[in-house]
C-alpha cells in the first residue's frame, strides 16, 4: 500500500503518521485489553465527582456531612481571582495558549530532565485528565502495566487524548473551576472550597493573595507543604508561588514584596460546622436512609445529597444542655455511691470478681491474640495488662491515660451512658435524637439500637388494657399482697410481686391514683384480670415492636425495649389514637435544591379518640394525684399558666435503668439513664430511681423549651376532649399523710412477700357504673387544669411528730407553688 508512493521521505511520513493513527486508535478502543480503560466521550460530558452529601436540620442549620472525600464544588464566579493567578503562574503559564497539550513545555521539559534537572510538563487539563478520570489507577491499567517505560508512556499519551477531549467540550474557566474542585489538599480535604475552609475558615471568594498562595503551593506536596504540620516549608513554597506571579506579571514588585513579608496566618475551621462529623443522628440517619438509597440508586457518601432532618436545631440544643448538665452530675453521684468499691454486681450485691477478664473476652482484640499466641493464656494474660498511652473520655474533656486493655474495660464499664428523643406525633416529626453521651467514645445509638428493661413506664399498657376491657379510671382495687400462679415448665409455679417500698397500704385506689403513684400491687392485680396476653397486644398497638413475653410481670417492664419505640407508644395517646411512624428526614435534595424525595409519617388509628384522651388524663395522674411519681416536675419552673404535664416514671430491677417519659400537650419525650454494663448501677432509690436520674433531663430541657417563645410551644393545659366520654373518670382520691415522692422501682423478679397480710386472693374488679345522665357527664368532661394537689384533708389522724427530710422539701414545693400562683 505505501509502495505506491515514491517519495520515500513522503513514504517513511506517511507511514509513521499510519502507526502513530493506528496506535492511538487501540489505546481507545482497548486493543486486547493492552492499555486499559480510557474516558468516553460520554464521561467527559458527565464528569462524575464524589461530592459531600450534608446533613441539615429543618430550620437549615447544617449539622453534618457524609464522604468518602471531603469535597464541596464551587462556581467559577465565587473563586478569588487570587487563586487563578496564582495556579496559572505556577502550574501552567501557557494555559490560555494550548489545546490540553503544551508540546513547547513538554520539549523543554525533556531537555531539562536529560540535564539532570526534572521539571514537570504536565498542564492544567492533564492534571484535570489525571485526578478526574484516575488514568494511573488499577481499572484504567492494562497489561502493559508489567512492563516499566512502556507503562509510562502509555499513561501520558492516554492523558493528552483526555486532554483534548476536554478543551474540546469545555470552556477555560470550566477547565479550571472543574480542576481546584477535584484537587487534593491533604487530610481528606478535596476542592478548593473545603480547603479554604479548612485553613482559613473563610469562603474562597474571600482569600487574600498570600492565603490563595499557600493553598496553590501545597498541590506540589500535601503533606510537606501542609501549613498546619510544616509552617516553615509551607511559608517558603508560599513564597515561590508568589514569586512566580512576579516574574508572569500577576504581581508588581511592590506587591511582591508586601505578600512574601506577612506571616503565615493559619486559621482552620471546622468543615462540619457544629457536628462531629460522626455524630448520633448522623449515624441515624445514614441507617435511616440506607433502604432508601439502595432502591434509588444513590450513594450517600458521593452523591452531593442535602438532606433536610425533622430535627429543631434550637430543641436539639437545648436537649443537649440538659444532658451534658444532668449526666455530669449523676457521673458523680455514681462515683460516690461506690467510692473506691468496685461496682460490677450480681443481684444479691455480691462483686463480680473475674469481670474484667470476662469483659475482655468479649472484644475482638482478645480473639487476635488467642489466634496469635495459639491460646497462650499467659500471653494473652500479659497483653492484656500491658500499660499504653491512650485518650479517653471524661466529663472534663479528652484525659491522656496510661491504661492497660483490663484497666479501660474497668474504666468505661462504670460510665452512665444516656438515650433521648422528642416527637411530635401529630405529623410524625422527630424533633430531638441524642443517642449517647459522646459518639466518638460510645457510638453504640441508645434511642433506636439499644433496648433496657422500661420499668414502670410500661404499665400505662396495662392500664390501656384495662380501659379497653371496660373499666374505668375510677374503678378501685386494693394495694395488698398478692399470689399469680402461671406454668413454668410443666409445673404450676407463683410470681408474688412487692411494691418499690416494700409496704403496701391496704388502701382502696382508683387505678388512675394506681398508676400515678406506679403501685405495683394493683398493676399486677390488673395484669391478671385483663391477661398478659392483652397487655403485650395493645402495647404493639400503641408503637411497640419489640418481642414481648406474656409473662405475669408483663406490666412491671421486664421486657428489653428501645426509646425510639416507647415515645412512638406514647405518641399514640397523645395524637387522638392515631399511630404515627415517627420520621426522621423532611426531604432531600440535590445540589441544585431541586427535590428529589418527601416524606410523610404513615398514620394509623390503632385506639379510639375516647380511649387515647382517658390515657392522657391517667398519665396526668403522676403529676395530680396523692404520691405521683411525677411530683418531681415541681421543682422546676414549669407549671405556670395552668400548665398540664403527663408522664411515667419507670426503674428497672436494682436501678439499673432508669427511665422518663414526659407528654404535654404538643410533644412526647423519652429519656434513659444507665450504664451499658448492666451489672454496674446505683444502689439506692434515693440515687437511682427513673425520678432521679432521667426525669431531671425531661425537666431541664422542658424548662428551656419553655422560655424560648420563638420555638412557639407554649405553657398551657391538654386539649378537652373531642368527643364524648362515656367512662366514670372524675374521682377526687383521698390524701393522707404519707411520703408523697414514694418510689417507683419495680422489683419484677422478687418471689418474697412482706408479712403484711394473709389475704392472697385478687381483689373483684367492680362493676362498671349505670351510665351517667348528660348532666354528669358534661361536668365530667371539663376537668379542670392541673394544678399543684391542695392541702388535702387528713383521712386518718396521725400523731404529731418530728418531720422527715422528705417532707420538708414537699413544704417548700408547696410554699415555691403559692408564690409563683
Known amino acids: 500500500m505505501f509502495r505506491r508512493i515514491t517519495n520515500q521521505p513522503l513514504r517513511y511520513s506517511v507511514i509513521t503518521l499510519y502507526f502513530i493513527v493506528l496506535f492511538f486508535c487501540a489505546l481507545e478502543l482497548n486493543f486486547l485489553w493492552l492499555f486499559g480503560y480510557s474516558p468516553t466521550i460520554k464521561d467527559i460530558k458527565t464528569p462524575v465527582l464524589n461530592v459531600v452529601s450534608e ?127 477535584t484537587v487534593p489538599f491533604g487530610s481528606n480535604t478535596f476542592g478548593i472550597k473545603t480547603a479554604s475552609k479548612r485553613y482559613f475558615n473563610k469562603d474562597v471568594i474571600k482569600l487574600q493573595v498570600e492565603e490563595a498562595a499557600t493553598l496553590v503551593g501545597m498541590l506540589k506536596a500535601t503533606t510537606t507543604y501542609n501549613p498546619v504540620r510544616n509552617p516553615e516549608k509551607s511559608l517558603e513554597r508560599r513564597n515561590v508561588v ?364 390503632t385506639l379510639s379518640e375516647e380511649i387515647a384522651w382517658l390515657m392522657i388524663y391517667m398519665l396526668r395522674g403522676g403529676m395530680d394525684e396523692n404520691g405521683g411519681t411525677s411530683q418531681a416536675l415541681w421543682e422546676w419552673d414549669l407549671f405556670k399558666k395552668n400548665n398540664q404535664i403527663g408522664g411515667k416514671t419507670g426503674t428497672s430491677s436494682d436501678y439499673v435503668d432508669g427511665w422518663y417519659m414526659g407528654v404535654t400537650k404538643d410533644l412526647v419525650t423519652g429519656v434513659w439513664v444507665g450504664c451499658d454494663e448492666r451489672s454496674v448501677h446505683f444502689n439506692t432509690s434515693e440515687t437511682g430511681e427513673g425520678s432521679r436520674t432521667a426525669l431531671p433531663i425531661f425537666a431541664k430541657f422542658m424548662e428551656k423549651v419553655y422560655k424560648d417563645p420563638s420555638l412557639g410551644i407554649t405553657l398551657g393545659p391538654f386539649p378537652k376532649p373531642s368527643v364524648t366520654i362515656t367512662r366514670i373518670y372524675q374521682c377526687p382520691t383521698p390524701r393522707y399523710d404519707e411520703d408523697s415522692s414514694a418510689v417507683d422501682s419495680s422489683y419484677v423478679d422478687s418471689l418474697l412477700i412482706p408479712d403484711v397480710s394473709t389475704d392472697t386472693s385478687i381483689n373483684p374488679v367492680p362493676e362498671i357504673p349505670n351510665p351517667v345522665t348528660p348532666r354528669e357527664q358534661e361536668i365530667r368532661i371539663n376537668p379542670q387544669p392541673a394544678t399543684r394537689p391542695p392541702a388535702a384533708t387528713k383521712a386518718e389522724p396521725i400523731p404529731e411528730e418530728k418531720k422527715t427530710r422528705r417532707e420538708v422539701r414537699e413544704e417548700r414545693r408547696e410554699n415555691k407553688v403559692k408564690q409563683n400562683n
Not at 472525600?69 to 503562574?89: G, H
Not at 492533564?126 to 502509555?154: C, D, E, F, M
Not at 477555560?172 to 481546584?180: A, C, G, Q
Open 55 to 181: 446533613l441539615y436540620t429543618s430550620d437549615g442549620k447544617l449539622i453534618g456531612k457524609y464522604y468518602k472525600e471531603n469535597r464541596t464544588p464551587v462556581v467559577y464566579d465565587s473563586i478569588s481571582p487570587a487563586v487563578v493567578d496564582a495556579l496559572v503562574a505556577t502550574e501552567d503559564v501557557r494555559f490560555f495558549n494550548h489545546s490540553g497539550v503544551d508540546f513547547r513545555s513538554f520539549i523543554s521539559s525533556m531537555i531539562s530532565t536529560a540535564s539532570g534537572e526534572r521539571r514537570g510538563a504536565s498542564t492544567i487539563t492533564q492534571q484535570l485528565a489525571k485526578n478526574l478520570y484516575s488514568t494511573r489507577n488499577r481499572k484504567s491499567q492494562g497489561a502493559v502495566k508489567y512492563i516499566p517505560l512502556v507503562r509510562t508512556v502509555v499513561y501520558k499519551f492516554k492523558e493528552w487524548i483526555t486532554a483534548y477531549k476536554l478543551e474540546s467540550h469545555y470552556t477555560k474557566n470550566e477547565i479550571l473551576t472543574l480542576y481546584l474542585n
Open 242 to 605: 508568589l514569586s512566580q506571579m512576579e516574574k508572569y506579571e500577576y504581581l508588581t514588585p511592590a506587591e511582591y514584596k508586601k505578600y512574601s513579608q506577612r506571616p503565615l496566618m493559619i486559621k482552620p475551621g471546622s468543615l462540619d460546622e457544629g457536628s462531629d462529623g460522626g455524630s448520633y443522628l448522623r449515624s441515624a440517619v445514614a441507617r435511616y436512609l440506607e433502604k432508601w438509597c439502595e432502591d434509588n440508586g444513590y450513594d450517600l457518601d458521593t452523591d452531593g445529597l442535602k438532606i433536610y432532618t425533622t430535627i429543631d436545631s434550637k430543641l436539639q440544643q437545648y436537649a443537649q444542655e440538659a444532658v451534658n448538665s444532668q449526666m455530669k452530675l449523676l457521673q458523680r453521684r455514681l462515683e460516690n455511691v461506690w467510692g473506691n468499691e468496685n461496682p460490677w454486681r450480681t443481684a444479691d450485691g455480691k462483686e463480680i470478681l473475674d469481670f474484667p477478664e470476662k469483659a475482655a473476652q468479649r472484644l475482638p482484640y482478645y480473639n487476635s491474640l488467642k489466634k496469635k499466641y495459639d491460646n497462650n493464656q499467659d500471653s494473652i494474660n500479659y497483653y492484656l495488662n500491658l500499660p499504653k498511652k491512650m485518650k479517653v473520655f471524661n466529663w472534663n474533656g479528652e484525659k491522656e491515660v496510661k491504661y492497660s486493655t483490663l484497666d479501660s474495660i474497668k474504666y468505661y464499664a462504670k460510665i452512665l451512658n444516656t438515650g433521648m428523643m422528642t416527637f411530635d406525633p401529630f405529623n410524625g416529626h422527630i424533633k430531638v435524637w441524642i443517642g449517647g453521651i459522646d459518639h466518638k467514645y460510645f457510638n453504640y445509638d441508645h434511642v433506636n439500637q439499644a433496648k433496657r428493661q422500661a420499668g414502670s413506664t410500661f404499665k400505662p399498657f396495662a392500664y390501656l388494657a384495662a380501659l379497653e376491657s371496660g373499666m374505668n379510671p375510677c374503678d378501685k382495687l386494693v394495694d395488698k399482697p398478692v399470689r399469680i400462679p402461671y406454668e413454668n415448665g410443666g409445673k404450676t409455679e407463683y410470681w408474688e410481686p412487692k411494691n418499690a417500698d416494700w409496704n403496701f397500704s391496704g388502701r382502696e385506689m382508683s387505678l388512675r391514683a394506681a398508676m400515678g403513684k406506679s403501685v405495683n400491687s394493683i398493676t399486677a392485680q390488673i395484669t391478671q384480670e385483663v391477661g398478659a396476653e392483652n397487655v403485650v397486644k395493645y402495647a404493639h398497638l400503641s408503637g411497640i415492636e419489640s418481642e414481648l413475653k406474656a409473662v405475669p410481670s408483663i406490666s412491671l417492664g421486664p421486657n428489653d425495649v428501645s426509646v425510639f419505640e416507647m415515645v412512638r407508644a406514647y405518641g399514640t395517646f397523645l395524637n387522638k389514637g392515631i399511630k404515627s411512624e415517627p420520621i426522621l428526614v423532611e426531604k432531600i435534595t440535590d445540589q441544585e435544591g431541586r427535590v428529589i424525595e418527601e416524606f410523610k409519617s404513615e398514620q394509623k388509628r
